[in-house]
C-alpha cells in the first residue's frame, strides 16, 4: 500500500467484513498509521477483511465525499455524527463478549498446557493477532487474567507466572 502519498492527497476508505458488508467509512493521508489506530482501538477491527481505497487531490474534498459517503450508506461501526447525519438510530457498538469468551478460553488452554512457558513475555498485540480477535478485546481479558493470577502485569504487556 502506498502509504505517502504527495501533500495534501488523502484516501476515503471503505472497511468491510468476509461477507462484503460495510463496515466503516473513514479518510485518512496516512493510511497505515489510521489502521493501526484502528486495531489497536475498535473491538470490530479482526471482522475487516476487505478495504477500498478512493484517493482525492486535498483533504477537504476527501472530507466531503466521506460525509457524503456516511450520510448515504450509512456504515453501522462509524460513531460520529450518528444522530447529527439523521440517521434517527444510534451508532452500533460491536458486542465482543462471545471474542472475550473465546480469547480467554484459548489463553488459559494454553498457559495450561505450556505452549507460554513461565516467565515468557506476552504482548497483547501479539496475542490478539495469533488469536485472530481485536486487541482491544484481547487486553481486556489479559487485564482480567491478570486479576484472577493467570499473568502478571507488566510496565509493558505481561508476563507469565511460575507454577
Request: hydrophobic share 35%; glycine share 6%.
Amino acid at each position: 500500500m502506498n502509504d505517502t502519498p504527495s501533500e495534501g492527497r488523502t484516501a476515503l476508505y471503505r472497511l468491510y467484513d468476509a461477507e462484503e458488508d460495510l463496515l466503516y467509512i473513514g479518510i485518512s493521508r496516512k493510511l497505515t498509521q489510521r489502521f493501526r489506530e484502528h486495531e489497536h482501538s475498535r473491538s470490530w477491527w479482526h471482522c475487516v477483511k476487505y478495504v477500498d481505497l478512493t484517493w482525492f487531490d486535498s483533504h477537504p474534498r476527501a472530507y466531503a465525499a466521506e460525509k457524503a459517503a456516511q450520510h448515504s450508506e450509512r456504515p453501522p461501526y462509524n460513531g460520529v455524527g450518528h444522530l447529527g447525519l439523521g440517521w434517527h438510530v444510534p451508532r452500533i457498538t460491536y458486542d465482543d463478549s462471545a471474542d472475550r469468551a473465546a480469547i480467554r478460553a484459548l489463553l488459559l488452554n494454553d498457559l495450561r498446557t505450556g505452549k507460554y512457558a513461565p516467565g515468557k513475555h506476552l504482548w497483547e498485540l501479539t496475542v490478539s493477532r495469533e488469536y485472530g480477535y481485536s486487541r482491544m478485546s484481547t487486553s481486556s481479558v489479559m487485564w482480567a487474567l491478570a486479576d484472577e493470577g493467570h499473568l502478571v502485569r507488566r510496565k509493558a504487556g505481561y508476563n507469565v507466572p511460575a507454577r
